[in-house]
């Protein structure tokens, strides 16, 4: 187990943050440096502005495009390393001081999942199927968990994700959570174990002050699209949950 973290050159403040924080896990960590978004050029062969706008309905987003990339990046770094599971981190992550026990527990229910949330935002709806430890739970989430603060996942799934997400079509925490479309299954730690912070810091994600396409455009293109996932989400994890309480009992 090790723990990749993604933070800017330019964020110092955010690694003695970050680093502190996993330093009282006891988990070791390796700093992976941040693509900086605005010094991408476009048109950039790993990104389809036209296809980002009809799925997301908002605007080119180099603060995202960044994010993207190094996430991409930690996914090759973990695939370099000889570990056989990695965690995902950004540098606003505020870890439980349990976490390494978390992870290696989960581990043990290796057999449920490739993809392991462990941070995010919103209600994501959750229906456990196995115990952990005291109050967490490994669940499988009907509805999107949005945000990449923070998850746990296989060499395998690591390789896949590395194919599959490139192109870039839609932000980082909306492609890792469909994780159905690439033959791989997702899980979430709950009670979420890290917690995100970036109202501590300035946010990295610059763009203009909205983004978003009219309404008119995004309502042929956007909704469609989100119905579709949000069906073939429900659909695929149910059959997931199923499994998954039948393997972990």
Not at 14 to 43: C, M, Q
Not at 71 to 88: G, M, N, R, T, V
Not at 115 to 133: E, T, W
């Amino acid at each position: 187990m090790h723990v990749f973290i993604i933070n800017l050159d330019s964020a110092t403040d955010r690694w003695t943050f970050v680093s502190d924080a996993f330093k009282n896990t006891g988990l070791d960590f390796t700093r992976i440096s941040g693509v900086l978004g605005r010094e991408l050029t476009l048109p950039h062969p790993q990104y389809r502005d036209a296809s980002f706008a009809m799925r997301h309905g908002h605007k080119t987003n180099y603060g995202q495009i960044g994010c993207y990339f190094s996430h991409l990046k930690s996914l090759k770094a973990f695939l370099d390393s000889p570990h056989q599971h990695a965690i995902i981190a950004e540098d606003d992550a505020l870890p439980d001081a349990n976490l390494a026990e978390i992870a290696a527990r989960a581990i043990d229910f290796q057999s449920t999942w490739d993809v392991l949330r462990l941070s995010g935002f919103h209600n994501p709806h959750p229906q456990p199927y196995a115990s952990l430890m005291g109050e967490y739970e490994l669940c499988v989430c009907f509805t999107r968990l949005c945000g990449t603060g923070a998850y746990m996942l296989t060499r395998h799934a690591a390789e896949v994700l590395l194919d599959k997400l490139d192109p870039m079509l839609v932000p980082i925490d909306h492609a890792i959570d469909r994780e159905w479309v690439y033959g791989l299954r997702s899980a979430a730690v709950i009670p979420l174990p890290i917690k995100q912070t970036a109202h501590r810091f300035a946010s990295q994600c610059t763009g203009s002050k909205d983004p978003k396409l009219p309404w008119y455009v995004r309502y042929w293109t956007v909704f469609p699209y989100r119905a579709w996932t949000e069906t073939s989400r429900i659909i695929h994890r149910s059959r997931q949950f199923h499994s998954a309480r039948r393997l972990a009992a």
